[in-house]
């Protein structure tokens, strides 16, 4: 089941769920949490190649208040935002429509949030439009939804092999250190 504003309200009101800076009025919506674009990105370096088994994605770090994305690229962003969630409960982030409408994403593939995850959230933003998008701090630019677990989990976030719990600033991907990297073959096969 979907919280709707007044529960996730009382649960931010009884420290179940944390978020921080505590959220504006203007960032409470029916059934979710309008969070913030915070000042630090991740820009893949152009013509690097990626080996999932053998290097880590090159980043160039960027930490400024407005951030021009040009058409059909792609950056790491951060939420403004620190939030915990509790271990009855998972999230998802989800692009607000009036960017949507802009032709950016705001999450490709990792907009589930798992319990007992704390920390800021990398969003990664793709602008799929034909023109340049200009994006600024402290914007709002995604919502956060919570839904109910039917049980608490017998290990939570933190607890099996997860690279990004307590992640600070935009992080880039952790891909080469996952456990079963050794089992995918030998270099360059």
Known sequence: MILQDNEILQRIKNNEIIIKPKPKDEQIQPASIDLRLGNEYLQPVFGTEIDIKNNSPKYEYVKTNRITIPPHNFILATTKEKVKIPHDLVARVEGRSSIGRLG???????????????????????????????????????????????GIPTRVYGECDNKYQNQNGVTGSMMLYESENSDWGGKNE
């Not at 990792?110 to 600024?136: C, H, K, M």
Request: charged letters at 20%.
């Open 104 to 150: 950016i994403t705001i999450h490709v593939t990792a907009g589930f949030i798992d319990p007992n995850f704390e920390g800021q959230i990398t969003l990664e933003i793709a602008n799929l439009s034909n023109t340049v998008v200009i994006l600024y701090e402290d914007m709002r630019i995604c919502q956060l939804v919570f839904e109910e677990l039917k």
